[in-house]
């Protein structure tokens, strides 16, 4: 039987608030990237979450789905603008020009689509 981990949307409004509350209730070590390629792997098993698999419980998504919105996905671009190879640019700038708009994908719906890529991680959502 999966190993099962409770985090509450509650408890963050920001990405990085998601990972601090993911971190203390799931990781056995903080020593992870805090990034969304680094939260990928880590679902993998091997940094501290069972090889086997987990089932992540997720308790108040629909503030999380809220406060991890636009807004939030606007800042996580505008650092991403600062931080991306040069020839990526024009790239970012369009992805921050379409979240502006509300096109594209916020950090919530990107959060979920890696937790449900992992097929050894269970996802609900409540």
């Known amino acids: 039987m999966k190993k099962t981990y409770e985090i ?17 209730k799931v ?12 939260f990928n792997d880590v679902l ?12 992540l419980v997720w308790d108040n998504s629909d ?3 809220e406060s991890l919105g ?3 996905t606007i800042k996580y671009i505008e650092h ?3 931080t991306c190879h040069p020839s990526n640019v024009e790239d970012v700038q369009k992805e921050l020009e379409d979240a502006k708009q509300g ?4 950090i919530f719906k990107i959060l979920i689509y890696v937790i ?4 050894d991680v269970e996802l609900v959502l409540k």
Request: proline share 3%; glycine share 14%.
């Open 80 to 82: 991403k603008l600062t």
């Open 116 to 119: 449900k890529n992992n097929q």
């Open 103 to 106: 096109k594209g994908e916020t």
């Open 8 to 24: 509450d949307g509650n408890n963050f409004n920001t990405l990085d608030g998601f990972y601090s509350e993911f971190e203390s």
């Open 27 to 38: 990781l056995d070590t903080p020593s992870w990237g805090r990034n969304l390629d680094a």
């Open 70 to 72: 636009w807004e939030e």
């Open 63 to 65: 503030k999380s789905r």
């Open 44 to 55: 993998s098993g091997g940094f501290g979450t069972p090889d086997e698999g987990f089932i």
